[in-house]
């Protein structure tokens, strides 16, 4: 039997942005209100993530994932905010109706004045990026051998190989020789690595775990196990080069090789998607194109740190309380906000004029390494902001705070342009 359930605001998910939005609702006077997480515990993909180096924005403190995951639900608690766990959300529609099933209650039907989307993101499998080869136990994704090691117990392989190097790859690196295994290497396709520069040093370097830049594998062998890979060169196209590869003996494959937003349910609702970073396109409020349904997260753009998403929750999480207490519709007039010359994307991409915050911050990745760039928004062909940063590479975000009183004197505009000019670095005085 359906049970039919009313409330003020839904929040789907319970990692580090659902439960900031959470919070943040409440401390905003949302009374009604729960969240909803798939999980037997909240917390998301933090409890499993058993290495430091989380909360340093948020917490000005060096945490653990479950100690990052624990003080946010801690506050959820203090502030007694309801929560449904092991409680799997099937649909979502533009009306705001959320169907979810659980063991207690069976299907649920709840009809929300507001919903914020935070379910995460996943990992691309071994289908998705087509390696040939045989069959064979031993490929997990580095997210899977993380559950297996941290919180399960159990240790997938003895002698490793990792593909990509993306973060979770690179602290698996360190986790597996941690826990007695040999990583054998960390293969990454692109000429560049996509991890954190800290996790390298931290992950790779301290333990002498060679890096491959360019390279890919290109055959797995094993019947019944993995018994090795092959690795090859790779091209400008990225295609492997005939003659340059070489084999590495192992037990273990693990994947690394991009994460993409859980977007099943935001599709369901008919949101409009931005299919560069394969989440919702949001306001600076974080509401979709479904108004009182906003998105915050890795739902909405996958995230280098838990500190940016939570704040992101935290945005979102005003937002859907500002919907709910205000009794007349929203008047809408948005400013689109585009990429340019080396940003792949940015978040939010629309601002309503009509309801500008005083300050909103960028959040984007640019589209290849470089040690210095001058950062520009632009709107009518006039200079907004401009700001120097070092180090740039699409594995880290880059966040610019954009005061939009400046949007507000250029009169009418339409779009902002946000784009990099590379600087080259001068060499100090001295310094060939």
Partial sequence: MLKQVSTDLVIIGGGPAGLAAAIKARQAGIEDMMIIERDRELGGILQQCIHNGFGLHRFQDELSGPEYAQRLIDEVEKLGIPTKLDTMVLNVTPEKKVTAINSQEGMLEISAKAIILAMGCRERTRGAINIPGARPAGVYTAGTAQRFVNMEGYLPGKRVVILGSGDIGLIMARRMTLEGAKVEAVVELMPYSNGLTRNIVQCLEDYGIPLYLGHTVVDIQGKERVEGITVAKVDEKLKPIRGTDFHIPCDTLLLSVGLIPENELSQKAEVEMDRITGGPVVSAERETSIEGIFAC?????????????????????????????KASPKDHKYLSIKPGNFIRYAVPQKINLKEMPGQITLYMRVTEPMDKGRVKVIGNGEILLEKTE?????????????????????????????????????AKEGEE
Avoid at 299 to 325: F, K, M, P
Avoid at 395 to 412: H, K, N, P, R, Y
Wanted: aromatic share 4%; charged share 25%.
């Fill in 390 to 426: 070092r180090y740039l590479k699409p594995a880290e975000m880059l966040a610019i705070d954009l005061d939009t009183e400046l949007v507000t004197q250029l009169g009418s505009v339409k779009e902002l342009i946000v784009e990099i000019v590379k600087e080259e670095i001068k």
């Fill in 297 to 325: 997260g890795n739902v909405l753009h996958v995230h280098d740190l838990a500190d940016y998403a939570s704040v992101e929750g935290e945005i979102a999480g005003l937002g859907a309380a500002r919907y709910i207490q």
